[in-house]
């Protein structure tokens, strides 16, 4: 008996899952079938000698769905190992006949060697297995490929390395006719086993590396939980993931992983939400707390109920994102894609004309030179470094965002963001917490101090629905404080609010409320004006006309908005704020934080129109904010980036989404895109570089002057070094401190 | 000049023309319109090279990679970001719903072999 898990295409409800598990239930051999339609998958058990795959998926069609592959997330790494381990033996083969053939006819060398690898029959013997064995994969893409009029890189590689084996066969088995022509019989075996034996090389290490540069999603694609502790019927049962629904109540104990996300129905405890949002610090969770999925519970033991399985858990949102940007193409990719598309036909019709030219006019032996030099070319001629510089260094860059919480849409975003030299936050819960609270609370008369003060004023705000009340209540609550009865509330619109506590009359509000009132500020004008200019509301308590103390509330600044802001600076960029609120407040906090210039008074409808000016005077912008309430904005940037989870909206909205909701990830992002742009321009000078410089002396412009021409031997040795040192290259975009 | 040099002139210049026509004026392919699920083969290229699929509706294309070139070990798709290994000898589906007409590139990982997908 195995047991699969499939993906199932086309289910909508409760029904589905029925028809699809009897119809397959009842295929013989089929011991059970479960069919979630949460995440559209069907696990099997069944007993692979009686009933097929695709019995399986014919009898899912026969109600009217698709399979759609059989899910294993291992498969790929298996099959491509796969793949590797072939290359590898090819690689070892090859490399050891093509060395037994230049031990053999290598001058200098061979004076060494046993008189039986000098003789050409034997060179062909070990020469015959790696041209036709090893070097096979050459010639089954280029076969086809020559049928549909395309060449690549394995169409360079046969045509060369067939020359120089054709060739050395003649030699071979017609010495006489090629002493005729007046040229020493001589074999060339070396060269088309070692060409291939390195390129093979090159491959292997190439392949290796590149399984490196998709190693981000296959990390994310681990973290997964395995199994869940569902709590059904009073029991705790474990049961596979892919099972769990919305709605479970999901048991976790301490240093276990939350299966899936959902949401805190009992207990409390730290968790490490790292691996997901990027955030080093253990999270705090109590009841009705929200926990993602793939997360590692730390101390406590905790039950919740999962809100959110299979394609919908934050975890496959960030996945699904990660992967669509790596099959995105950045714009600075054009150039290459131009060239690659003309590159190989254009080396093919170098390699004739250095034959030509080479024969014409060349030193004796002119054929030898013609040939030897026109398969260097072919050899050297290296389009796949100009085609892995771009994608492999995007597949790294946003693999390291992800990691650390940084989610980038595609590779454009990517590229964009290095040039981005303004940045537009939104005040109110990107450089803020978003909620009120109570900052000062200063007793102004000896006979009210700070608790009575906050006492007397939540008595009063609890009867009051204005949004700074909540703030005034919540700090009395924290701190323990019994309100007073309060008779005869009454609230003074604009001004604040009034009543009678223990028979005397008790007011809080602004300026105005005092004027009306008649009690006497002018005192204390300066300590309210201070808390003013920090960007905080105050709040006067009055009773029996004396002004007996102040409450200043404010829209607390993130604690790490400062740093993040002076980063940015740091790397040249501009810093601005846009708020709705008045002039005053938000110059305040535009200094505790030191941006650079505040957009106040703004309405929501009217940010895009500002973003959209700041753009007119020539700049780029990025407009960080929390991606639900300024989505326009967000659009209209160059960059939108949004400060939040890994949902739809925020995703949907942004360019950019830090998941770990760090003001400081915004200068790491810029930084991410600047040096994965580096990277990317690097590997593209090299790759291009690289064919420029070589192929004309593979050519032999260097020998009129220099005496200087290249072995097809070393030519195919730089070759395999050029795609693996672009690949390399990339990968070093893993060690950057972000 | 000697008879050898003036023939290898004459094949040179035949092999360099014939090269350019061979592969850089090669005509496009027909288009093949496709209504629900189309079967691409991987080999040598794609084929068919160039699909036509509906606006507005899933299509699914099945790439079927039988080339064990490492050249064709991917797909992409960079308009739908999509980027796949295909196995070789295994089919890969992928699923696409345009919503919008016009023509779509898509090429191997290394960006040496074409194909178009157009939506109409």
């Known amino acids: ?738 | 000049m000697s008879l050898d040099k003036i023939l290898v002139i004459a094949l040179g210049s035949f092999g360099i023309v014939f090269t350019y026509w061979f592969f850089l004026l090669r005509k496009e392919k027909k288009e093949v319109a496709v209504k629900n699920e189309v079967d691409i083969a991987v080999e040598g290229g794609y084929n068919p090279q160039v699909i036509s699929i509906p606006k507005g509706k899933t299509t699914k294309i099945n790439f079927f990679r039988k080339d064990s070139s490492t050249c064709l070990e991917e797909v992409v798709l960079s308009d739908f970001k999509i980027r796949k290994y295909l196995p070789l000898g295994k089919k890969v589906t992928v699923e696409l719903n345009p919503q919008k007409e016009g023509e779509y590139p898509f090429e191997c990982g290394m960006n040496m072999f074409h194909g178009k997908v157009i939506v109409r």
């Open chain 1, 1 to 738: 008996m195995i047991t699969k898990t499939f993906s199932i295409k086309g289910m909508h409800c409760a029904s589905c899952v029925r028809l699809i598990e009897k119809a397959v239930g009842k295929l013989g051999g089929v011991e059970s079938c479960n069919v979630n339609l949460a995440t559209e998958r069907a696990t099997v058990t069944y007993n692979p000698k009686q009933v097929s795959d695709e019995d399986l998926s014919s009898a899912v069609s026969s109600v009217g769905y698709s399979v759609m592959e059989e899910v294993d997330e291992d498969r790929e790494k298996k099959e491509k190992e796969a793949e590797l381990n072939k290359l590898r033996i090819k690689v070892v083969v090859s490399l050891f006949l093509g060395g037994l053939i230049v031990w053999g006819s290598f001058p200098g060398l061979m004076e060494t060697a046993p008189q039986i690898l000098r003789n050409f029959f034997v060179q062909l013997l070990l020469a015959t297995p790696v041209q036709f064995w090893a070097g096979l994969s050459f010639y089954q893409a280029t076969i086809p490929a020559l049928k549909n009029r395309t060449a690549n890189m394995d169409t360079l590689v046969a045509l060369g390395t067939t020359v120089a084996y054709t060739y050395s066969v003649i030699v071979t088995f017609f010495p006489k006719v090629i002493m005729q022509t007046g040229i020493e019989p001589e074999a060339y075996f070396d060269v088309a086993t070692i060409i291939i034996g390195l390129i093979l090389l090159g491959r292997f290490f190439e392949a290796r590396a590149k399984m490196g540069t998709s190693e981000a999603i296959k990390k994310l694609i681990g973290l997964q939980a395995k199994t869940a502790r569902v709590v059904r019927d009073n029991k705790e049962v474990d049961i596979p993931i892919e099972q769990v629904v919305v709605g479970d109540v999901i048991r976790v104990r301490p240093g276990e992983k939350i299966p899936v996300d959902g949401m805190i129905l009992e207990g409390e405890s730290a968790v490490d939400e790292s691996m997901v949002t990027g955030e080093s610090v253990p999270v705090d969770k109590k009841i009705d707390d929200s926990v993602v999925g793939a997360t590692m519970n730390k101390t406590g033991t905790f039950t919740y109920k999962a809100t959110k399985v299979g394609k919908d858990t934050m975890l496959s949102q960030i996945i699904k994102l990660v992967s669509d940007a790596q099959g995105s193409k950045a714009p600075i990719q054009r150039i290459a894609d131009l060239i690659a598309s003309y590159f190989v036909p254009i080396v093919i019709m170098l390699a004739i004309l250095t034959f030509v030219v080479w024969y014409v006019f060349g030193p004796q032996p002119a054929f030898l030179f013609a040939m030897l030099n026109a398969i260097a070319v072919l050899i050297i001629a290296c389009p796949c470094a100009m085609g892995l510089a771009t994608p492999t260094a995007i597949m790294v860059g946003t693999g390291i965002g992800a990691e650390h919480g940084i989610l980038i849409k595609d590779a454009q975003s990517l590229e964009t963001a290095h040039r981005v030299n303004t940045i537009i936050f939104d005040k109110t819960g990107t450089l803020t917490q978003g909620k009120p609270e109570v900052t000062n609370i200063k007793p102004l008369n000896k006979s009210f101090g700070a608790d009575e003060i906050l006492r007397l004023a939540s008595s009063l705000e609890k009867g009051s629905e204005h949004s700074l009340a909540e703030p005034i209540v919540k700090k009395a609550q924290e701190k323990k404080l019994k309100p007073e009865k309060v008779m005869q509330f009454g609230a003074v619109p604009g001004q604040g609010i009034e009543g009678l506590i223990g028979g005397e009359k008790v007011v809080l509000g602004n300026r105005k409320l005092m004027e009306k009132e008649k009690i006497n500020i002018e005192e204390y004008g300066k300590e309210i004006e201070g808390l003013e200019n920090e960007g905080k509301t105050v709040m006067m308590l009055g009773i029996k006309n004396n002004l007996v103390g102040l409450i200043a509330v404010a829209d607390i600044v993130k604690e790490s908005a400062k740093e993040a802001v002076s980063k940015l600076k740091k790397m040249g960029i501009e810093t601005v704020m846009i708020t709705g609120d008045n002039e005053k407040t938000a110059r305040a906090i535009a200094r505790q934080v030191g941006i650079d210039r505040v957009l106040a008074e703004v309405l929501p409808s009217q940010k895009e129109a500002e973003v959209r000016r700041i753009q007119q005077e020539g700049k780029s912008v990025a407009m960080v904010g929390d991606g639900i309430n300024d989505a326009p904005a967000l659009a209209a940037a160059d960059i939108g980036m949004a400060m939040g989870s890994g949902t739809d909206v925020a995703i949907e909205a942004a360019d950019i989404t830090l998941v770990n909701k760090d003001l400081q990830s915004i200068a790491s992002a810029i930084a991410l895109s600047k040096k994965t742009m580096k990277t990317i321009k690097m590997n593209l000078v090299w790759a291009f570089g690289y064919n420029i410089i070589l192929i004309p002396v593979a050519m032999g412009v260097l020998y009129p002057v220099f005496g200087v021409l290249l072995n097809p031997i070393f030519a195919s040795a730089a070759m395999a070094l050029s795609s693996i040192s672009v690949v390399g290259n990339s990968l070093l975009l893993k060690k950057v401190r972000i």
